[in-house]
């Protein structure tokens, strides 16, 4: 079972999560500059939030398996970022239940639209985003003209 907790950015658990997934980028776009540090206060309310995963195993105990975050970019949007699975939890849906309980802490926020930048060397994200109604959109963020950014947003309402 399945369970998305907020946390603050500034968690260890989640710092964990964010560091194996900045490890995981790099070795997918053949190393390159690390993701530079996020002011946690960006995905604090009212600003915006981040949850944690974790996945129940045998005795009870529960592990963190995903994490992902939005911040607030003006103009009643909000920005996606930093959502990862652990390897060995994929294909179980829980990519998909993150960006649900995003999307449900946007609207709570009182953001009209969520945008996010990925790349071409994350098919599975892309193909997630596209199925949940993400539509293309122009390059907006720190990666702007890289030929492989993908950047999509969407129009949500409760």
Known sequence: M???????LSDPVARSLEQDLSAEIRSRYGGGEPEEPHDAAEFSPPAGTFVVGFL???GGDSVPVACGGIRRI???RCELKR???VPEARGRG???AVLERLEREALMLGFSEVWLETGTEQPEAMSLYE?????????FG?????P?????GKRIRA
């Open 131 to 139: 199925s949940a109604g993400y539509d293309p959109i122009e390059d």
């Open 142 to 146: 720190r990666y702007r003209g890289e």
């Open 56 to 58: 129940e195993v045998d």
């Open 83 to 85: 959502m990862y699975v």
């Open 74 to 76: 003006g103009g009643g």
């Open 94 to 96: 829980i990519s998909r």
């Open 148 to 152: 492989k950014v993908r950047s999509y």
């Open 2 to 8: 399945l369970r998305l907790d907020v946390v603050p």
